[in-house]
């Protein structure tokens, strides 16, 4: 199908992209915020959205700036997936987000989605929310009344809902830079290449940071840590140990009677563990 | 709303709505045929074009959003020498039943060769699988994609298929 009618503004800066939303959502339209589009306009198109106004922020300079901020690299809100695939800049997660990046939907989704917008929807079987997650990215949010950084962890409070206020841009993302003692793992189950995944889990243990988080994403209403486990791995437990602590957390899970489910999940944990533990 | 952009290397001037998607701007305002529309929802890849030469749906792109960029369609690529080599071996190697993927096929394929990523036949599979095709059962379009890299790269025309950065001959 085609997407229904909606008004257009490009804004040339953060703060016209700010104003332009805050007049519209005062006048009580539903004004969205497109970068690349790749899924906003597919929803549209399927007529599942149909805002009254999109604000373009796609030619921000300001949103494409990449920064080394010592022990973190700051990213801006639409570095597309393709430039993060291409290594076109600095690198803070040690392969793991160009590799995410790489096997992100395809190359013709990638050179138009951006990491900010994929995390402002924030869709459970979305890579990079469950992905920034595990790493202990923050996001940089800006809006009306200035800025604020919250964590990726709690980003993603619902469904498809996040902290981020309508009237709010992402800016950018805040990823630490792993030491080179840590190790990741990621795996992620898609019936076609492609699609969103049914399961993602990703595993972030960075020992001289004291950090280890296991997340799982791909379905439920927003990515869910793996408490138990992500303790164990900490501890330096073994697979099969970090693999128990696992099933304990998924145990009371909303999908946990749901057999394909659990054995995808399974599958994946597994995988992304015995990538950091072997 | 009044865009400017270049379309196959001609600048262009138009009035468009917001929600005119670029395939359909190209298709109804231009003309330009080739560009094909399966799912209009991301999946199907046959309205895969080149946006300032990045390969992109031109279903999930909105026109008005194109204004001073460079789009190119198949339609433009009728002397490049990726697409030259694509088409002889889509021709010998019978990439193409019924042709309805074909366009974004294409212009998908001569992406990955472009940037050394058709080496074998498992990355030009990983390459296309953005790009559906219900007739062919794709294995005659990944082996026509492997003999246009290979014909390229052995008149050192393109990086070599093993993905290395080798320089175009002077």
Redesign the interface.
């Known amino acids: ?8 503004a ?1 804004a040339d800066s953060l703060a016209e992209a700010i104003k332009v939303l805050c007049s519209a959502t005062e006048a009580g339209q539903d004004a969205q915020v497109v970068a690349g ?2 899924s906003l ?2 929803m549209m ?2 007529r599942v959205s149909s805002p009254d106004l ?1 604000v ?1 922020i ?1 030619r921000i300079e300001q949103l494409r700036v990449v920064l080394d901020e010592s022990d973190a690299i700051r990213i801006g809100a639409c570095v597309t997936h ?1 430039a993060i695939e291409d290594r076109a800049m600095a690198d803070p997660s040690r392969g793991l987000m160009p590799m995410v990046a790489g096997n992100l ?5 990638r ?2 989605g951006t990491l900010g917008g994929s995390l402002a929807l924030s869709d459970p079987a979305g890579d990079w929310v469950t992905v920034m997650q595990a790493i202990g990215a923050r996001i940089g949010l800006v809006g009306d009344k200035g800025r604020r950084e919250v964590e990726a962890l709690g980003f993603t409070t619902g469904l498809y809902e996040t902290a981020r206020a309508p009237t709010e841009i992402i800016e950018s993302v805040r990823i630490p830079k792993l030491s080179a003692a840590a190790r990741w793992g990621f795996s992620k189950f898609c019936r ?3 699609e969103f995944a049914h399961s993602i889990a990703a595993v972030v243990i960075d020992p001289e940071r004291d950090f280890a988080r296991i997340m799982l994403g791909g379905s439920g209403a927003a990515p869910m840590c793996l408490e138990r486990a992500s303790q164990s791995l900490l501890q330096r437990a073994g697979l099969q140990s970090v693999e128990r602590a696992a099933e304990d957390d998924l145990a009371n899970r909303d999908d946990a009677h749901d057999e394909f489910q659990r054995s995808v999940h399974g599958a994946t944990i597994s995988s992304a563990l015995s990538q950091v533990l072997s | ?1 009044q865009i400017r952009l270049t379309v196959n290397g001609k600048p262009v001037r138009a009035d468009v ?3 005119t ?1 670029l395939a ?1 701007f190209l298709r109804e305002a231009l003309n330009l045929t080739a560009t094909h529309l399966g799912c ?3 999946i199907c ?1 046959a309205c ?1 074009v080149t ?1 300032n030469g ?4 031109a ?4 026109a ?2 194109c ?1 001073g960029y460079e789009v190119r369609t198949l339609e433009g690529l009728l002397t490049d020498e990726i697409m030259l080599a694509l088409r002889d071996a889509f021709h010998r190697h019978h990439g193409l039943q019924c042709g309805f993927c074909t366009p974004g096929m294409l212009v ?1 394929a001569r ?2 060769i472009q940037r050394g990523k058709a080496g074998s036949d498992s990355e030009i599979r ?2 296309l ?3 559906i095709c219900r007739c062919t059962g794709y294995t005659d379009i990944v082996r026509s994609v492997r003999k246009a890299a290979e014909a390229l790269s052995e008149a050192g025309k393109v990086r070599s298929p093993s993905g290395d950065v080798s320089k175009v001959p002077a």
């Open positions: 199908m085609k997407a229904a009618a909606f008004e257009y490009r589009g790749q306009l597919a198109n399927l999109l373009d796609s393709a939907a395809y190359r013709a989704v050179t138009r076609k290449s492609g | 709303m709505t917001p929600r998607s359909d209009e929802h991301g890849g895969t946006l990045q390969p992109i749906r279903c999930l792109t909105l008005v959003a204004d998908s992406d990955l990983k390459g699988s953005g790009n």
